[in-house]
């Protein structure tokens, strides 16, 4: 017996009209088209499945719309079934008041006492319309004589034991049990008739989908007569999470809980909780998420299916940071300063602006995750040794090896006395890689110099006038303060720039003059005013050649500095006679 049917055409094909207007303005010359989309024309189109549930006391009747026709203003539809008694045709209508919409349709006949026992009805779907009354080509069902107390909304777990009361007589010689539409081996249930037939006991399979609805059917096994199906019990089954492969997390970790549904359902009532906090399940679980509201570093660890509750053996611990793995590059740093370091990783411990060195704010950051190599800023301290520390509403941190703070201090010059452009080598605090300024007298300061060896820094002495000077080595904060650093004072003279000699003092156009002196560097020379170029400009020599343009005459040679701060012009006491 065929029982699915094809409807029948429910709407007529409408004729498909196009409308068209043009409308011609004479300013703008322009044709507007407007096109009228035509109804749809396609029926609707409706099967009858095989019913849910044939059991006396049970009645569940099945349809799938497989395609709907928005077009048809639709009155009403449902379920039409029908018995001849002699010649006489007995009807009956059930109509569903939710809409018609695409998909499964299931109704539950509110009158199964109506209907005898072995007896076949005829039943058919119906859709009303305004244009009038369609269905499809009746199908038949027998009502079956089982009786059945079906259980439903059951929350169920994998291995329970499902007790249905009714009336079964020998249920286990002429039906299977099946958990799903067919009598699929793979889907089989083994049961029991207990209680005299007036009740079947059976247990959820190990391989029944997890995370979702099921409905158990007790399925004839006559194959050569009509399908006699009812539903015993229907519920959603549990899923379960496994337990982590472990237990110690960084606190930026995703957690992974494999799950026994066989694909993502985010509707499996899965929820993961770490804690206190409770979160659905997911690939994407940031430990973070789960801890940032809580303190501690040890939290229980579980999840709910919607039903139970079940926490893992074991509390979930947050990794520490090693208190030995932080360590300081250079053998000491200064005040306000940045130097590198290697250490733990501050973004796997959520300790981003939360580090103190004595406690005052610094800043740490990690360059190469790989080699654990960064940067630290720190504040404005007094000489000493101290701890990083890195605290969060987790745990805190403090560091073993400890950073050794030494303010900029000068032990000794190579000079006491020195002309301009002079190189002058101190001794003190100063740290290979860093850059310092000289700063002499209350204005004057030289351009910044990198030290290339742990403990010496050499300087140039900037082009200023002479004079008995209170020298400092200083260096800028690097903190984000504008703050200048100062080392202790030292003695400096600063002798004035000379000129010892000009030779030859006889010369002729294109003939290469030599000036010695001290102090000279930067200096430009000038004869009668004009600025000579040079061939060599050295501290303590400068050479040029004699123009073709300078006239015969006797010159007093001069040098001038100008920096638009400090203009020192020197003179030498020869003069020189172009020839």
Same mark, same amino acid.
């Given at each position: 017996?065929?029982?699915?049917?094809?409807?029948?055409?429910?709407?007529?094909?409408?004729?498909?009209?196009?409308?068209?207007?043009?409308?011609?303005?004479?300013?703008?010359?322009?044709?507007?088209?407007?096109?009228?989309?035509?109804?749809?024309?396609?029926?609707?189109?409706?099967?009858?499945?095989?019913?849910?549930?044939?059991?006396?006391?049970?009645?569940?009747?099945?349809?799938?719309? /497989?395609?709907?026709?928005?077009?048809?203003?639709?009155?009403?539809?449902?379920?039409?079934?029908? @018995?001849?008694?002699?010649?006489? *045709? %007995?009807?009956?209508? =059930?109509?569903?008041?939710?809409?018609?919409?695409?998909?499964?349709?299931?109704?539950?006949?509110?009158?199964?006492?109506?209907?005898?026992?072995?007896?076949?009805?005829?039943?058919?779907?119906?859709?009303?319309?305004?244009?009038?009354?369609?269905?499809?080509?009746?199908?038949?069902?027998?009502?079956?004589?089982?009786?059945?107390?079906?259980?439903?909304?059951?929350?169920?777990? %994998?291995?329970?034991?499902?007790?249905?009361?009714?009336?079964?007589?020998?249920?286990?010689?002429?039906?299977?049990?099946?958990?799903?539409? &067919?009598?699929?081996?793979?889907?089989?249930?083994?049961?029991?008739?207990?209680?005299?037939?007036?009740?079947? /006991?059976?247990?959820?399979?190990?391989?029944?989908?997890?995370?979702?609805? &099921?409905?158990? @059917?007790?399925? *004839?096994?006559?194959?050569?007569?009509?399908?006699?199906?009812?539903?015993?019990?229907?519920?959603?089954?549990?899923?379960?999470?496994?337990?982590?492969?472990?237990?110690?997390?960084?606190?930026?970790?995703?957690?992974?809980?494999?799950?026994?549904?066989?694909?993502?359902?985010?509707?499996? /009532?899965?929820?993961?909780?770490?804690?206190?906090?409770?979160?659905?399940?997911?690939?994407?679980?940031?430990?973070?998420?789960?801890?940032? *509201?809580?303190?501690?570093?040890?939290?229980?660890?579980? =999840?709910?299916?919607?039903?139970?509750?079940?926490?893992?053996?074991?509390?979930?611990?947050? #990794?520490?940071?090693?208190?030995?793995?932080?360590?300081?590059?250079?053998?000491?740093?200064?005040?306000?300063?940045?130097?590198?370091?290697?250490?733990?990783?501050?973004?796997?411990?959520?300790?981003?602006?939360?580090?103190?060195?004595?406690?005052?704010?610094? =800043?740490?950051?990690?360059?190469?995750?790989?080699?654990?190599?960064?940067?630290?800023?720190?504040?404005?301290?007094?000489?000493?040794?101290?701890?990083?520390?890195?605290?969060?509403?987790?745990?805190?941190?403090?560091?073993?090896?400890?950073?050794?703070?030494?303010?900029?201090?000068?032990?000794?010059? *190579?000079?006491?006395?020195?002309?301009?452009?002079?190189?002058?080598?101190?001794?003190?605090?100063?740290?290979?890689?860093?850059?310092?300024?000289?700063?002499?007298?209350?204005?004057?300061?030289?351009?910044?110099?990198?030290?290339?060896?742990?403990?010496?820094?050499?300087?140039?002495?900037?082009?200023?006038? &002479?004079?008995?000077?209170?020298?400092?080595?200083?260096?800028?904060?690097?903190?984000?303060? /504008?703050?200048?650093?100062?080392?202790?004072?030292?003695?400096?003279?600063?002798?004035?720039?000379?000129?010892?000699?000009?030779?030859?003092?006889?010369?002729?156009?294109?003939?290469? #003059?030599?000036?010695?002196?001290?102090?000279?560097?930067?200096?430009?020379?000038?004869?009668?005013?004009?600025?000579?170029?040079?061939?060599?400009?050295?501290?303590?020599?400068?050479?040029?050649?004699?123009?073709?343009?300078? &006239?015969?005459?006797?010159? @007093?040679?001069?040098?001038?500095?100008?920096?638009?701060?400090?203009?020192?012009?020197?003179?030498?006491?020869?003069?020189?006679?172009?020839?």
């Amino acid at each position: 017996m065929n029982f699915i049917t094809v409807i029948k055409q429910i709407t007529r094909r409408y004729n498909i009209v196009f409308l068209c207007s043009s409308l011609i303005f004479l300013t703008a010359s322009c044709v507007k088209e407007e096109t009228v989309v035509p109804p749809d024309s396609n029926p609707t189109e409706v099967v009858l499945l095989t019913p849910e549930s044939n059991a006396g006391n049970n009645l569940i009747l099945a349809a799938e719309v /497989r395609y709907l026709n928005n077009s048809d203003a639709i009155q009403s539809h449902g379920f039409l079934i029908e @018995r001849y008694v002699g010649e006489t *045709s %007995v009807k009956k209508e =059930y109509a569903i008041t939710t809409s018609l919409k695409s998909g499964r349709i299931t109704f539950k006949v509110p009158d199964p006492e109506n209907y005898e026992e072995g007896i076949y009805y005829n039943y058919r779907y119906f859709v009303r319309t305004e244009k009038g009354l369609y269905s499809t080509q009746p199908a038949r069902f027998l009502v079956s004589s089982l009786k059945v107390k079906a259980k439903e909304d059951l929350i169920l777990a %994998v291995g329970e034991i499902i007790t249905v009361e009714g009336e079964f007589g020998n249920a286990d010689k002429n039906y299977g049990l099946y958990y799903g539409y &067919a009598a699929s081996e793979d889907q089989k249930v083994p049961f029991e008739v207990t209680s005299s037939g007036k009740s079947i /006991r059976f247990k959820v399979p190990e391989g029944i989908e997890q995370g979702n609805y &099921a409905t158990f @059917r007790l399925i *004839s096994k006559d194959k050569n007569g009509p399908l006699l199906t009812a539903i015993v019990a229907q519920g959603f089954i549990l899923a379960t999470l496994a337990a982590p492969s472990t237990y110690a997390f960084y606190v930026d970790e995703y957690l992974q809980l494999p799950s026994s549904v066989r694909e993502y359902n985010e509707n499996a /009532r899965l929820q993961v909780f770490i804690g206190n906090v409770f979160m659905k399940h997911s690939s994407y679980l940031r430990i973070y998420d789960f801890v940032k *509201s809580q303190k501690g570093k040890s939290f229980p660890i579980g =999840y709910t299916n919607g039903r139970d509750t079940i926490t893992f053996p074991k509390p979930l611990q947050l #990794i520490e940071a090693d208190p030995n793995e932080f360590k300081v590059i250079p053998e000491y740093v200064h005040p306000g300063t940045k130097f590198d370091i290697s250490g733990p990783d501050p973004g796997r411990f959520d300790f981003y602006g939360y580090s103190t060195v004595g406690n005052k704010e610094a =800043y740490y950051i990690l360059r190469d995750n790989t080699l654990k190599k960064g940067e630290l800023t720190i504040g404005d301290l007094p000489d000493g040794e101290y701890s990083l520390e890195m605290k969060n509403s987790f745990f805190s941190y403090k560091s073993n090896n400890k950073i050794k703070v030494k303010s900029v201090h000068v032990n000794s010059s *190579s000079l006491e006395e020195c002309y301009p452009g002079d190189k002058i080598k101190l001794k003190g605090t100063f740290i290979k890689g860093r850059s310092y300024g000289l700063f002499i007298g209350p204005v004057q300061e030289s351009y910044y110099s990198t030290c290339n060896t742990d403990g010496e820094i050499m300087f140039e002495i900037p082009a200023i006038k &002479a004079g008995n000077f209170q020298a400092q080595v200083v260096y800028s904060s690097e903190m984000g303060q /504008r703050k200048t650093y100062y080392s202790n004072a030292f003695p400096l003279k600063v002798k004035a720039t000379v000129i010892n000699s000009v030779y030859p003092l006889r010369a002729t156009a294109g003939t290469l #003059i030599t000036i010695e002196g001290h102090g000279m560097n930067g200096y430009k020379v000038r004869i009668a005013d004009k600025e000579i170029p040079h061939t060599t400009s050295q501290n303590d020599k400068i050479q040029f050649i004699v123009p073709t343009d300078l &006239a015969k005459g006797k010159y @007093r040679v001069n040098a001038r500095f100008f920096n638009y701060v400090i203009e020192n012009v020197i003179f030498a006491d020869d003069y020189l006679e172009i020839l």
